[in-house]
């Protein structure tokens, strides 16, 4: 037995149950707890590995995209739909950098099963502009700040910093510092550029409450 039929025969054995467990270990803790099991999609025939089309939401759009259970979010964002701007720097659930919103709740996207965020509400750094969207007015002023107080050097971590800004603020629009550094502990910045992140957050939530910086 070759490791493919290997893999399809135990796959076919666990069944729905099985899926469950591969997203467990693919993913974290927390996404495992707010997705019920039956949202694995089931195949139509006796492939596991057999794509399956889903809707997914992004950014106010709507897409049929083909997934496999194995494939994650990042992957189809990124190399299934063009939307480049969600970052993939470790790809393996580390640094933050690919980080988006499902339902406004940060994520990592390079860990998080694609069919899972099916029917859910997906934010990416391009969201910045659907009208009427409290996430879009948001995001927008998180970026504009981070303009503002030159929140990036490189670059590379801030579509995940933005996005994990954007979801602290919808949730607490006037966070304290501590609060601030522990929305964004999940979030690594490699240019150690902390100091104007912090600044970005803050000013954005000043402006966000008409104030001024
Ligand atoms: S690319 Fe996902 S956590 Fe680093
Ligand atoms: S700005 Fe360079 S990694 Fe954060």
Redesign the pocket.
Same mark, same amino acid.
């Given at each position: 037995m070759n490791r493919r039929t290997f893999l399809k025969t135990s796959a076919i054995s666990a069944g729905v149950v099985g899926l469950g467990g591969i997203a467990l270990t693919a993913g974290n803790t927390t996404t495992v707890v707010e997705t019920p099991t039956e949202s694995v999609p089931t195949t139509s025939n006796s492939d596991p590995f057999a794509l399956q089309t889903v809707t997914l939401n992004i950014n106010g759009k709507a897409y049929e995209v083909g997934v496999e259970p194995r494939d994650m979010l990042?992957n189809i964002l990124r190399d299934g739909l063009g939307l480049i701007g969600t970052?993939?720097?470790?790809?393996? =659930?580390?640094?933050?950098?690919?980080?988006v919103l499902i339902d406004d709740v940060p994520h990592?996207?390079?860990?998080y099963p694609a069919f899972r965020a099916a029917g859910h509400n997906i934010i990416t750094v391009e969201g910045y502009n659907m009208p009427s969207s409290a996430e879009s007015k948001v995001l927008n002023a998180v970026q504009l700040a981070w303009v503002q107080e030159d929140g990036g050097q490189c670059s590379g971590c801030q579509p =995940?910093q933005i996005m994990s800004a954007t979801a602290l603020l919808l949730s607490n629009p006037n966070p304290t510092l501590d609060e601030i550094k522990t929305a964004m502990s999940g979030n690594i910045c490699r240019c150690g550029n902390y100091a104007g992140i912090i600044a970005s957050i803050q000013t954005a939530a000043l402006n966000l409450q008409g104030g001024s910086a």
């Open positions: 990042n970052k993939r720097p470790c790809n393996r =659930g580390e640094c933050g950098g690919c980080t990592m996207s390079c860990t =995940g």
